[in-house]
Protein backbone atom coordinates (compact mmCIF):
# COMPACT_ATOMS: atom_id res chain seq x y z
CA UNK A 1 0.00 0.00 0.00
CA UNK A 2 2.67 2.47 1.02
CA UNK A 3 4.81 1.68 -2.45
CA UNK A 4 1.05 2.35 -4.48
CA UNK A 5 0.52 5.45 -2.45
CA UNK A 6 4.25 6.64 -3.53
CA UNK A 7 3.67 5.89 -7.06
CA UNK A 8 0.87 7.49 -7.00
CA UNK A 9 2.41 10.86 -5.33
CA UNK A 10 4.60 10.24 -8.83
CA UNK A 11 2.41 10.17 -11.29
CA UNK A 12 0.94 13.16 -9.76
CA UNK A 13 3.78 15.09 -9.54
CA UNK A 14 4.67 14.56 -12.71
CA UNK A 15 1.00 15.38 -14.34
CA UNK A 16 1.36 18.54 -12.41
CA UNK A 17 4.22 19.69 -13.89
CA UNK A 18 3.35 18.63 -17.40
CA UNK A 19 0.62 20.80 -16.81
CA UNK A 20 2.44 23.75 -15.48
CA UNK A 21 5.55 23.10 -17.64
CA UNK A 22 2.74 23.15 -21.23
CA UNK A 23 1.37 26.24 -19.76
CA UNK A 24 4.81 28.43 -19.58
CA UNK A 25 5.56 26.96 -22.95
CA UNK A 26 2.29 27.88 -24.30
CA UNK A 27 2.08 31.73 -23.25
CA UNK A 28 5.85 32.34 -22.99
CA UNK A 29 6.42 31.13 -27.20
CA UNK A 30 3.31 33.31 -27.99
CA UNK A 31 2.91 36.38 -26.07
CA UNK A 32 4.92 38.31 -28.47
CA UNK A 33 2.38 37.99 -31.10
CA UNK A 34 -0.42 39.38 -28.93
CA UNK A 35 -1.61 42.95 -29.49
CA UNK A 36 -4.22 45.04 -27.39
CA UNK A 37 -2.71 48.22 -29.25
CA UNK A 38 -4.69 48.53 -32.95
CA UNK A 39 -1.81 51.21 -33.84
CA UNK A 40 0.87 48.52 -33.38
CA UNK A 41 -1.25 45.53 -35.46
CA UNK A 42 0.83 43.94 -38.07
CA UNK A 43 -1.03 44.21 -41.99
CA UNK A 44 -2.74 40.86 -41.86
CA UNK A 45 -5.80 41.36 -44.05
CA UNK A 46 -7.54 38.40 -43.20
CA UNK A 47 -9.41 37.80 -39.08
CA UNK A 48 -10.19 34.68 -38.08
CA UNK A 49 -12.71 35.47 -35.33
CA UNK A 50 -12.79 32.71 -32.93
CA UNK A 51 -16.80 31.14 -32.01
CA UNK A 52 -18.13 30.90 -28.61
CA UNK A 53 -22.09 30.43 -27.30
CA UNK A 54 -23.89 34.08 -28.04
CA UNK A 55 -25.77 33.03 -24.56
CA UNK A 56 -24.28 31.80 -21.47
CA UNK A 57 -26.16 28.71 -20.04
CA UNK A 58 -28.05 31.01 -17.58
CA UNK A 59 -29.78 32.24 -21.31
CA UNK A 60 -27.97 36.16 -20.52
CA UNK A 61 -25.77 37.95 -23.35
CA UNK A 62 -22.27 36.23 -23.23
CA UNK A 63 -19.90 39.14 -22.76
CA UNK A 64 -17.03 36.93 -24.18
CA UNK A 65 -19.05 36.36 -27.86
CA UNK A 66 -20.18 40.13 -27.18
CA UNK A 67 -16.68 41.39 -26.94
CA UNK A 68 -14.97 39.63 -29.71
CA UNK A 69 -17.82 40.88 -32.38
CA UNK A 70 -17.25 44.49 -30.73
CA UNK A 71 -13.24 44.25 -31.21
CA UNK A 72 -13.76 42.41 -34.80
CA UNK A 73 -16.32 45.60 -35.90
CA UNK A 74 -14.02 48.01 -34.78
CA UNK A 75 -10.72 46.53 -36.92
CA UNK A 76 -13.54 46.75 -40.24
CA UNK A 77 -14.28 50.03 -39.59
CA UNK A 78 -10.25 51.41 -38.73
CA UNK A 79 -9.59 49.48 -42.30
CA UNK A 80 -7.49 46.71 -40.33
CA UNK A 81 -9.43 43.73 -41.97
CA UNK A 82 -11.02 43.30 -44.98
CA UNK A 83 -12.39 39.60 -44.75
CA UNK A 84 -13.65 37.69 -41.64
CA UNK A 85 -13.55 33.96 -41.16
CA UNK A 86 -16.39 33.36 -38.53
CA UNK A 87 -15.65 29.76 -37.35
CA UNK A 88 -17.22 27.71 -34.60
CA UNK A 89 -20.15 25.01 -33.41
CA UNK A 90 -23.00 24.14 -35.56
CA UNK A 91 -23.78 20.88 -34.03
CA UNK A 92 -27.80 21.84 -34.36
CA UNK A 93 -30.27 23.66 -35.86
CA UNK A 94 -30.79 25.42 -32.73
CA UNK A 95 -27.30 25.89 -31.74
CA UNK A 96 -25.12 27.90 -34.73
CA UNK A 97 -22.11 29.83 -33.56
CA UNK A 98 -21.25 31.30 -36.87
CA UNK A 99 -24.69 32.56 -38.13
CA UNK A 100 -24.83 34.73 -34.42
CA UNK A 101 -21.53 35.78 -35.22
CA UNK A 102 -22.53 37.22 -38.33
CA UNK A 103 -25.68 38.53 -37.73
CA UNK A 104 -24.27 40.47 -35.09
CA UNK A 105 -21.45 41.96 -36.87
CA UNK A 106 -24.20 43.53 -39.77
CA UNK A 107 -25.93 44.86 -37.17
CA UNK A 108 -22.23 46.27 -36.32
CA UNK A 109 -21.91 47.53 -40.14
CA UNK A 110 -20.00 44.66 -41.50
CA UNK A 111 -21.45 43.94 -45.08
CA UNK A 112 -21.91 40.11 -45.44
CA UNK A 113 -19.33 40.03 -48.30
CA UNK A 114 -16.23 40.76 -46.11
CA UNK A 115 -17.50 37.55 -44.18
CA UNK A 116 -17.38 33.78 -44.53
CA UNK A 117 -18.59 30.87 -42.36
CA UNK A 118 -17.02 28.26 -41.34
CA UNK A 119 -19.52 25.82 -39.91
CA UNK A 120 -17.18 23.40 -38.87
CA UNK A 121 -15.07 24.99 -36.40
CA UNK A 122 -15.83 22.39 -33.31
CA UNK A 123 -12.91 23.42 -31.24
CA UNK A 124 -9.62 26.07 -31.66
CA UNK A 125 -7.40 23.19 -33.54
CA UNK A 126 -10.21 22.88 -36.30
CA UNK A 127 -10.40 26.43 -36.79
CA UNK A 128 -7.20 27.16 -36.99
CA UNK A 129 -6.22 24.54 -39.10
CA UNK A 130 -9.39 24.84 -41.50
CA UNK A 131 -8.40 28.39 -41.75
CA UNK A 132 -5.24 27.15 -43.61
CA UNK A 133 -6.11 23.49 -45.24
CA UNK A 134 -9.76 24.84 -46.40
CA UNK A 135 -9.74 28.65 -46.89
CA UNK A 136 -5.97 29.19 -48.09
CA UNK A 137 -4.89 31.64 -45.37
CA UNK A 138 -1.31 31.61 -44.03
CA UNK A 139 -1.25 35.55 -42.73
CA UNK A 140 -4.10 36.04 -40.21
CA UNK A 141 -5.26 37.94 -37.62
CA UNK A 142 -6.78 36.03 -34.59
CA UNK A 143 -9.58 37.62 -32.18
CA UNK A 144 -10.55 36.09 -29.20
CA UNK A 145 -9.65 36.60 -25.63
CA UNK A 146 -6.28 36.92 -24.10
CA UNK A 147 -6.00 33.77 -22.16
CA UNK A 148 -7.78 31.81 -25.46
CA UNK A 149 -5.27 33.46 -27.82
CA UNK A 150 -1.98 31.83 -26.79
CA UNK A 151 -3.43 28.34 -27.73
CA UNK A 152 -4.82 29.43 -31.02
CA UNK A 153 -1.45 31.01 -31.90
CA UNK A 154 0.78 28.55 -30.22
CA UNK A 155 -1.81 25.98 -32.78
CA UNK A 156 -0.94 28.63 -35.96
CA UNK A 157 2.68 28.22 -35.04
CA UNK A 158 2.56 24.49 -35.53
CA UNK A 159 1.16 24.79 -38.75
CA UNK A 160 3.58 27.51 -39.46
CA UNK A 161 0.79 30.57 -40.52
CA UNK A 162 1.94 33.69 -40.32
CA UNK A 163 -0.63 34.40 -36.82
CA UNK A 164 -1.17 37.41 -34.47
CA UNK A 165 -3.92 37.90 -31.97
CA UNK A 166 -5.50 41.36 -31.59
CA UNK A 167 -6.98 40.60 -28.54
CA UNK A 168 -11.11 41.35 -27.45
CA UNK A 169 -11.70 42.96 -23.71
CA UNK A 170 -12.08 40.43 -21.03
CA UNK A 171 -15.30 40.10 -18.99
CA UNK A 172 -14.14 40.34 -15.40
CA UNK A 173 -12.51 37.53 -13.43
CA UNK A 174 -15.47 36.17 -11.39
CA UNK A 175 -17.47 35.88 -14.51
CA UNK A 176 -14.62 34.42 -16.02
CA UNK A 177 -12.60 32.02 -13.93
CA UNK A 178 -14.77 28.95 -14.67
CA UNK A 179 -13.04 29.58 -18.47
CA UNK A 180 -9.66 30.32 -17.59
CA UNK A 181 -9.43 26.91 -15.53
CA UNK A 182 -10.57 24.98 -18.91
CA UNK A 183 -7.86 27.10 -20.57
CA UNK A 184 -4.89 25.81 -17.84
CA UNK A 185 -5.86 22.25 -19.05
CA UNK A 186 -6.86 22.89 -22.94
CA UNK A 187 -3.14 24.11 -23.21
CA UNK A 188 -1.71 20.60 -22.50
CA UNK A 189 -4.47 19.40 -24.29
CA UNK A 190 -3.14 21.02 -27.31
CA UNK A 191 0.48 20.14 -27.24
CA UNK A 192 -0.50 16.41 -26.73
CA UNK A 193 -2.60 17.06 -29.55
CA UNK A 194 0.13 18.34 -31.85
CA UNK A 195 3.04 16.47 -30.83
CA UNK A 196 2.21 13.20 -29.40
CA UNK A 197 -1.64 12.17 -31.28
CA UNK A 198 -1.22 13.86 -33.93
CA UNK A 199 -5.13 14.76 -34.21
CA UNK A 200 -6.61 16.23 -37.11
CA UNK A 201 -10.04 18.64 -37.86
CA UNK A 202 -12.94 16.58 -36.99
CA UNK A 203 -13.93 17.50 -40.59
CA UNK A 204 -12.20 18.67 -43.48
CA UNK A 205 -13.82 18.61 -46.88
CA UNK A 206 -13.17 20.42 -50.52
CA UNK A 207 -11.26 23.89 -50.50
CA UNK A 208 -12.98 27.23 -50.50
CA UNK A 209 -11.68 30.30 -52.12
CA UNK A 210 -12.27 32.96 -49.95
CA UNK A 211 -13.08 36.83 -52.74
CA UNK A 212 -11.15 39.09 -50.17
CA UNK A 213 -11.73 42.73 -51.53
CA UNK A 214 -10.05 45.80 -50.47
CA UNK A 215 -12.70 48.19 -52.39
CA UNK A 216 -15.63 48.93 -49.87
CA UNK A 217 -18.90 48.88 -51.24
Not at 1 to 25: D, E, Q
Not at 159 to 174: K, L
Not at 180 to 186: D, G, K, P, T
Request: with cysteine.
Amino acid sequence: MRRLKKILLIVIGVCLLFVIGTNVWVVSSTTSKVFSDLTLLPDHRVALVLGTSHKTVGGGSNPFFQKRMEKAAELYRMGKIDHFILSGDNRSRYYNEPMAMQKALVKMGVPEYAITLDYAGLRTLDSVVRCQKIFGQNKIIIITQPFHSYRALFISRYYNIDAVAMVADEPDFDSSMKVRFREYLARPKAVLDLYVLKTAPRFLGEKEQIKVSTVRQ
